[in-house]
């Protein structure tokens, strides 16, 4: 039965190499092994791999269970319950303590290195910096996908957001859920994908370089005279009542969309 | 059955009871090489009696060189030449070159010379060739035809072997079809249903399967690119459409064509990214060591199947440039690259279109299943909860399957609501805990399965950071720093 998840060769030094049946299994149990992490609060070992899209997309799926009242989630949750080893837990304590962990470490900035205890052999090879602020990310997916319209610190995410790979957010990370209302977003910003985000009465200037808006909310929003916006996609955003600030002024916000 | 035996230069006789096939082989082996034209017959007469009795005066006037080959060391070396004897039963033809090769398993000297009036001669201390394959076989007959000048063109022996060893990469890719499903052990050339495909614009590639319809889309299939003057095509879908199984189909294809036409065939090469480049089939042969092998001006497809396990993204640009280097080098040569959609491959390729494999559609899901002897229908399956794009992943449809075998009609329940995080969590949660339910008088099986979800999580992971490298060693070692409850025997029990 265990051949359900590996198969081994024998590789040319007569080690023998491990393979799972297929690469989404690795992926899946890997969302599971991320939720572990949290479960054990050792968020440092989530930043030892790459986040990729299907891995978190599997995550996102655990946290909906985590989330969801529908009853018959909750035969989900009683196996997740014994496969955690959460032991009597109930779906609101253990919401409870992901959403505190989440708070806590998306709040502190600061990289996060397991001990070197053998657990990973050559680890100076594989620690990367690209990877040490994961564990912020992660506390991200856990506040929009366990939350509503959570207020998050707005002025912390984008400091984070500019900090870490751009490539993450929106394509991995999405933040639907999060209010980013009253974002002071006045220094402009890269490539990101903040497709979905709640921006209502924020701040925009500088430039702005292939920034995805699609379908975000920016009502209310206020564009300081200035600002550039260069292959930026506003398709299917709510710009209603956005204005253009022109020396104290203000005027009709007039933009061009990208089809 | 009759010969044309005019050209004939070679006359081969050999003995082989155990493999029928090695008649046609080596008179196809042979002929390939070019220059030497043979004619195989068995040594027992008998089976080829008609045949050879008729065409033995020809034979006698035209070949020019008589080849006995004793393959499985059946006969002793007396019984062969009295084979010969009775075969030519007037001595040798004038003028012409008689040898009688023991050609066997293992290497046997003779140690005295055999000579007779008909003019037969073996030599005392011959080198007696031994040969393991029907490849060497052929081998040594053609280096002993450039040895006694019978090759009108003599080809270089690297050439020779060169091919061989072409020969048995092809053989290698013609097997891919045969491998087997490591879910539930099925061969893929009994259960593989070929998915549609299509060519796509750029547009639609960050789009799912159900949205893409919108798009104009045109039918796309290998045989149409293979005609065409398109270099190189980037196959992309999601992961569980069946990407790889394409890829292996593809290359079992043109393997069997190419080996049935063997100078002019496509020549396919399959390329696993995972391993980079370094391991293209299951001898460890790299890439470039295959490439060895092939003629620049052949025709060559190249099949680079997973693209996104190549590495990171600094690693991708280099393998552009390797792809485009390869197809220059190789004017005849085209390219697939298999995908799944990540947003950056369309630009790396510099692509405006590209093709989508579909996943299954209802016709095709019900075939699945009834190839697999599950009473289940599509229909049933999109009360499930699973979206419309996961329920034609042919990886999906064999996990329903696997559950469905063991829990029957639970799993397309309409209020389970599975989706496809669900079903991966079924069906380890299912496979762990049925194991160990088996057991459970043995121990606590809840601890047990715990425990064991918690190593194949550390396996997961490890396996994601080492990739490849990988081994039993690295994960013992590190199993043993995880907690001290989490037995190191575990992990034995659960790879053995």
């Not at chain 2, 044309?4 to 080596?26: H, P, Q, T, W």
């Not at chain 2, 063109?153 to 013609?174: A, M, T």
């Not at chain 2, 199984?245 to 079992?252: D, E, N």
């Not at chain 2, 491959?345 to 093709?355: A, E, G, S």
Request: aromatic share 12%; with cysteine; charged share 25%.
């Amino acid at each position: 039965m265990i051949s359900s998840y590996f198969y081994i060769q024998e590789t040319k030094k007569n080690a023998q190499r491990i393979d799972f049946i297929h690469r989404s299994f690795i992926e899946y149990l890997l969302a599971e092994y991320y939720l572990e992490c949290c479960f054990r609060n050792q968020l440092s070992k989530i930043n030892m791999s790459i986040l990729t899209l299907e891995t978190i997309s599997f995550l996102e799926g655990l946290l909906y269970l985590i989330k969801s009242e529908k009853v018959d989630k909750n035969q989900y949750f009683e196996k997740m319950i014994e496969t955690f080893d959460l032991e009597e837990r109930n779906k609101m304590d253990v919401r409870k303590q992901l959403i505190n962990l989440a708070t806590n470490n998306f709040e502190k900035n600061q990289v996060l290195i397991p001990e070197d205890n053998g657990e990973y052999p050559q680890m100076a090879k594989i620690v990367k910096q690209i990877n040490l602020q994961n564990h912020r990310w992660i506390a991200v997916l856990l506040l929009n996908k366990l939350l509503d319209n959570y207020k998050i610190d707005n002025k912390t995410f984008f400091e984070f957001v500019r900090s870490t790979n751009n490539s993450i957010l929106g394509n991995i990370v999405t933040i639907e859920n999060l209010n980013l209302s009253r974002s002071d977003l006045t220094k402009g910003l890269g490539n990101y994908n903040l497709s979905g985000a709640k921006l209502s009465h924020s701040t925009f200037h500088g430039g702005y370089y292939g920034t995805k808006f699609i379908g975000a909310e920016l009502s209310f929003s206020k564009f300081e005279r200035g600002t550039k916006f260069i292959g930026v996609d506003f398709s299917g955003a709510n710009l209603s009542n956005s204005h253009v600030v022109l020396k104290g002024e203000f005027s009709i916000f007039i933009a061009f969309y990208k089809l | 059955m009759r010969y044309n035996i005019r050209g004939f230069k070679v006359f081969i006789c050999y003995r082989e009871d155990a493999n029928g096939s090695l008649y046609a082989e080596l008179t196809k082996l042979i002929l390939s090489k070019g220059g030497v034209n043979s004619f195989v017959a068995h040594i027992e007469r008998s089976k080829h009696a008609e045949d050879f009795d008729k065409m033995r005066q020809e034979l006698l006037q035209i070949v020019d060189f008589f080849l006995f080959i004793n393959t499985e060391d059946a006969l002793s070396r007396s019984d062969v030449i009295n084979e010969f004897k009775m075969a030519f039963p007037n001595g040798k033809p004038e003028g012409k070159r008689l040898i009688i090769i023991h050609f066997g398993k293992e290497p046997r000297p003779t140690n005295k010379e055999f000579k007779d009036k008909t003019g037969l001669v073996i030599p005392k201390n011959m080198n007696i060739p031994s040969f393991q394959d029907e490849d060497e076989l052929v081998d040594l007959i053609i280096n002993l035809s450039w040895s006694y000048r019978i090759a009108s063109v003599k080809i270089p022996r690297n050439s020779v072997k060169k091919e061989l060893r072409l020969v048995k990469y092809l053989k290698y890719c013609f097997s891919l079809l045969e491998t087997r499903n490591k879910l539930d052990n099925s061969i893929l050339a009994d259960m593989y249903i070929p998915n549609n495909c299509v060519e796509s614009i750029k547009k639609t590639w960050n789009l799912d399967e159900d949205k893409i319809s919108n798009y104009y889309h045109k039918p796309w299939t290998i045989e149409e690119f293979l005609k065409n003057n398109d270099r190189y095509i980037v196959v992309g879908a999601s992961y569980g459409i069946g990407k790889t199984y394409f890829s292996y189909k593809l290359a079992s294809d043109l393997a069997a064509k190419a080996l049935k036409n063997l100078s002019t065939g496509s020549i396919p090469i399959h390329i696993p990214l995972r391993f980079q480049l370094n391991k293209v089939d299951n001898k460890g042969n790299s890439l470039e060591s295959i490439l060895s092998l092939i003629p620049r001006q052949r025709k060559v497809l190249f099949i680079y199947d997973g693209f996104d396990e190549f590495g990171e993204a600094n690693r991708t640009n280099i393998f552009y440039k390797y792809m485009q280097n390869k197809l220059r080098k190789y004017p005849n040569s085209k390219a697939i690259i298999t995908t799944r959609l990540n947003s950056n491959v369309p630009d790396l390729f510099n692509i405006d279109t590209y093709v989508r494999m579909l996943p299954f559609d209802n016709s095709q899901i019900n075939l699945f299943f009834k190839k697999y002897r599950i009473s289940l229908r599509s229909e049933k399956i999109s009360k499930s909860g699973l979206g419309l794009n996961e329920i034609g992943k042919p990886l999906f449809c064999n996990m329903i399957s696997i559950l469905y075998k063991q829990k029957k009609r639970r799993v397309v329940s309409k209020k389970l609501f599975l989706n496809r995080t669900l079903l991966f969590f079924e069906v380890i949660h299912s496979v762990v805990l049925g194991k160990h339910e088996k057991e459970a008088d043995n121990y606590s099986y809840t601890k047990h399965h715990l425990n064991e979800k918690r190593v194949l999580r550390k396996i997961a992971e490890l396996k994601f950071i080492f990739g490849d490298s990988l081994t039993r060693t690295t994960i013992n070692n590190s199993i043993k720093t995880i907690q001290p409850k989490i037995k190191n025997n575990l992990l034995k029990h659960s790879i053995n």
